[in-house]
């Protein structure tokens, strides 16, 4: 499993831009199949049936392995490998996009098409928004209640996950910390509860972070 890698939020979403009164629509969805790729095109073939091109790129897999680029009708190169491009030079990972054109009367050229459909990818990207999937630890900390505003309080203030706070008999903190810190992480939680809280490693799991770009 990566300790990290990025991709765009779960529900996707769309962008519109219009260029040479042609109407560019980007949409954007994660998935992590081709199955669910191949889905997702033909889903926006349907709801834009009448568009003059539904072009589409994804890229899939832990290492990328599979990454597909479709031009529908567009002269080959100009559509689908620009869109394909987008998404791997921003790191992105388990991400489909279709690129809706309804012409306007204006023909661009290969080099304006690559630049438009290009744009589209990138300005749909950031409408929807990245995320970092970050592997993290989990641990579950019980302490007394004479704990609670101190301990949630340094934990706010910390770079650690404060998933949940369960008001049990006693009070469990449920708190996700990055590979590589376990140990520091429950030094300082020994240290911060007098050794008096019960310290428990409870697995592991991607957390989503929303982050600005993939160049952190």
């Known amino acids: 499993m990566l300790s990290k890698y990025y991709t765009v939020k779960k529900d996707g979403g ?4 219009v260029i040479q009164k042609s109407r560019f629509i980007g949409t954007i969805k994660r998935v992590e199949t081709e199955e669910e790729a191949q889905a997702f095109i033909q889903e926006l073939k349907k709801k834009y049936h009448d568009a ?15 990454q597909k ?22 790191n992105l990972k388990d991400t489909a996009v ?7 009367g204006i023909k661009l050229g290969a080099g304006g098409l690559i630049r438009a459909y290009g744009s589209s990818t990138s300005e749909a990207i950031k409408a929807v ?20 505003g101190k301990l949630e ?45 019960e310290i428990k490693l409870i697995g592991e799991k991607y957390i989503e972070i929303e982050v600005e770009s993939t160049k952190e």
């Open 98 to 104: 279709v690129v809706t054109r309804y012409f306007g």
């Open 14 to 17: 769309s962008h519109e831009i």
């Open 52 to 66: 003059t091109h539904n072009c589409s790129a994804y890229i899939i897999g832990e290492h990328d392995q599979i």
């Open 153 to 197: 309080n340094e934990l706010r203030n910390s770079n650690h996950i404060l998933e949940t706070i369960n008001y049990l008999e006693n009070v469990e903190f449920i708190v996700y910390v990055e590979d590589g810190q376990e140990e520091d992480f429950q030094a300082w939680m020994v240290d911060l509860t007098s050794g008096q809280g």
């Open 69 to 90: 680029a479709n031009d529908d009708g567009e002269p080959s190169g100009t559509a689908g490998v620009p869109m394909l491009e987008v998404l791997k030079k921003q």
């Open 129 to 148: 928004g990245i995320i970092k999937r970050q592997l993290m630890k989990g641990f579950s900390i019980t302490v007394d209640y004479a704990m609670l």
